[in-house]
């Protein structure tokens, strides 16, 4: 259901109102009470050992929750009924997590987004049985950034994440702290996780009927609620935005037009904020943004149809939600607010990385549910990778389907689209790019120093569902003269 702006606004002045989640699969609206107050994820408890490695807990979990005012959804979470507490570490620091899985089946849990030694990466072959605990254990190195987590067990990430299995991870450092920004949790720094989900008639998750680019809703939800209005107190709110869903892409911007400034994106803060009043987030991704807010104002952040299509036909696009429009957030201001300094003009300087002696140069081209004509395979290294180079990657989706491109370990500089340089929303740290239908994208990485013969890396599309059906693959980071240890699946790494 498309809301003209003025129809909006005219809803906005009845109060209560019934908020409207959007109706993209023809039908009714879903249509909820509310709104209710925006959940914030609680902040993960931790302990820090006498030898100073901070530990967390988590548990994988069935549960019910109420996504929808007045219903009862049954779900999985962590730590609770859906989605799970924000993890928050600093650089430099040594984390420890104990994950459990209470689900009646096997799941991973993957860091997006973290430099992580393979084996501590919650990819497809770290596994965790059910009743089994997995207890990675690595240091951060790197900057301050809005990094998640979320399941990725061979061929069920979308049904694991549908269900709610995700949670934030918060990357802090001494250089983020020293910059004037809004850094008070759920007060004026806020997470927001975007999810399209559709129910049934009795509030249950509805999975079936995915489109040719997974499962697409019918309902926002937003850190877990259908309708959720916040109150802002301060006159500047940071969002870290998270498009946590599991095909659709999000074409956000306020319903007055207001201009936000960008700050960072999947990797960390940008050099200098950037004034915008769009911004597009394919799943996967992540972008912080500082909204201006004034007393006793209302707004609301909306996702309006994709602009950056490419080629791609009219009625496919309308097929992937591509038309559609959504209310996202209720954005109010407080009768009184607090004054929040301007976002400063440089945030975090940022140096490209040196391509001249770069170890290799590979050619990625996606289409269907393949990268380069192939079907992920659990057993089948694609190639080795050496501990601290740079690799030049050029992605090409050649598909007349959307598709998004992740790469595990790394934070990567896009240097080209299509020839020319790219916008500097997309010139930031980046581990998850929207690959455009027949555009060619490149990219510039520098692996970690981290090898291990038998645990690979995974590069694949964020597309959920294309992810479960194998357009996924994997490389090995070796070390000078190290052989690649014989795989063997079913993989191992949980244990009870
Ligand atoms: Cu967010 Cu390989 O995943
Ligand atoms: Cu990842
Ligand atoms: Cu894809």
Redesign the pocket.
Known sequence: MTVSRRGFLAGLAAAPIAVSAGCALGGPPAVVSGPRALPIPPLADSSVGADGVRHFRLTAQPGTAEILAGKRTPTWGVNGPYLGPTLRARRGETVAVQVRNELPEPTTL?W?GMRVPARMDG?PHQTIAPGATWTPSWTIEQQAATLWY?P?PHGGTEKHVYRGLAGFFLIDDPDADALDLPKDYGVDDIPLVIQDRRFTATGALDESDPTDIGLLGDTIVTNGSAGAYFRARTSRLRMRLLNGSSGRLYHLGFADDRAFQIIGTDGGLLPQPLSRNRIQLSP?ERVEIVVPIRAGDRTMLRALPIADRGDIEADRAREFGFDDSFDILDLRGAASMEDAPAVPDSLMPRASIPTAGAAAQRRFELEWFQINGRQMDMNRIDFTVAPESTEVWTVRNIDNWPHNF?V?DVQFQITDIDGAAPPPELAGWKDTVYTRPGSEYTLVMRFSGHTDPTYPY?Y?C?LLLH?DHGMMGQFLALAPGQRPAPMAMPAHGGHG
Request: net charge negative; charged share 10%; proline share 0%.
């Open positions: 993957h997006h990819g979320h990725h996967g992740h595990h995974m694949h964020h992810e």
